[in-house]
């Protein structure tokens, strides 16, 4: 898991700011910037398909800054981020809200928002507290003394990442990096444990991300992920059967 932690913490992206209209704001993305198709209701309270404004504004801005389509220290102003998804300023204040309560931006009064950065600190602390986490959902899994059959999902996407990782494809090594700890934590079947995990999958997400293409192949991390399966179905048949 250390092989995440691969970038310097003080050589995070320069900040950008977007300018008004959609050309100028495109040309500040790092990746592109579309404005969204998705169709909004004529008295502004929910998009086609049921989901309100704010859930709309939320779940895009958290992708684009989770994907790092937003980078680290990516400033955007109000009205531009307004345009980007086609909706007006009040939902867009609650969303860029929440995702200040996810620590995901800074607020800037009359400015917008700042993606705030993560250090190489932060990192190490974040990996410190997912591991024993995620220590503790193994030894959830062995308890439970599950049939090799419920280790599907496990070896399954341990398998895609071996498949991604000699087909060089690092964002389908990801994803299935992504569905194997999801599995992990479904399988330990612990309502508190997924909670407190799930409080730091965004950030963890983003590292990865962010990290994906920055650190050396993560050759030993898929070693890894299938020794722990290997050692998760050995102790399942040591323990005593419950």
């Known amino acids: 898991m250390n092989e995440y ?28 910037f579309q404005v969204t198709t998705k169709r909004i209701s004529v008295d502004g309270t929910d998009t086609d398909d049921g989901e309100t404004l ?8 958290k992708r684009r800054i989770l ?24 939902p867009l204040r609650e969303a860029l809200s929440r995702l200040a309560q996810d620590g995901l931006i800074e607020m800037v ?16 602390k974040l990996y410190a507290v997912i591991g024993a ?17 419920e280790f599907k999902p496990l070896l399954a996407s341990t398998r895609d990442m071996e498949k991604a990782l000699k087909a060089d494809d690092l964002p389908g090594w990801a994803k299935a990096d992504g569905i194997f700890h999801a599995s992990l934590v479904e399988l330990a ?30 050759e030993q991390s898929t070693r890894e ?13 040591r323990s005593p059967a419950r």
Not at 109 to 122: K, Y
Not at 133 to 149: F, I, K, N, Y
């Open 133 to 149: 986490l995620e220590g503790l959902a193994c030894e959830r899994v062995v308890a439970r003394q599950l049939a090799r059959s």
């Open 5 to 32: 932690i691969k970038y310097h913490p003080s050589k995070t992206m320069r900040p950008e700011r977007l300018r008004p209209g959609l050309k100028s704001a495109a040309s500040a993305s790092p990746v592109g």
């Open 109 to 124: 009064p009359r400015r917008g928002m700042q993606v705030l950065p993560i250090s190489a600190q932060d990192m190490s």
């Open 189 to 218: 079947d612990n309502e508190f444990l997924a909670s407190a995990i799930n409080r730091y999958w965004d950030q963890l997400y983003r590292v990865r991300m962010f990290t994906l293409h920055l650190r050396p192949r993560p």
């Open 54 to 61: 704010v859930a709309f504004a939320t779940r895009e801005l």
């Open 67 to 90: 994907e790092n389509e937003f980078a680290p220290g990516y400033a955007a102003l109000e009205p531009d981020l307004a345009l980007l998804l086609s909706i007006s300023r009040t």
């Open 225 to 237: 992920h299938r020794e722990m399966v290997e050692a998760m179905l050995a102790a399942r048949r």
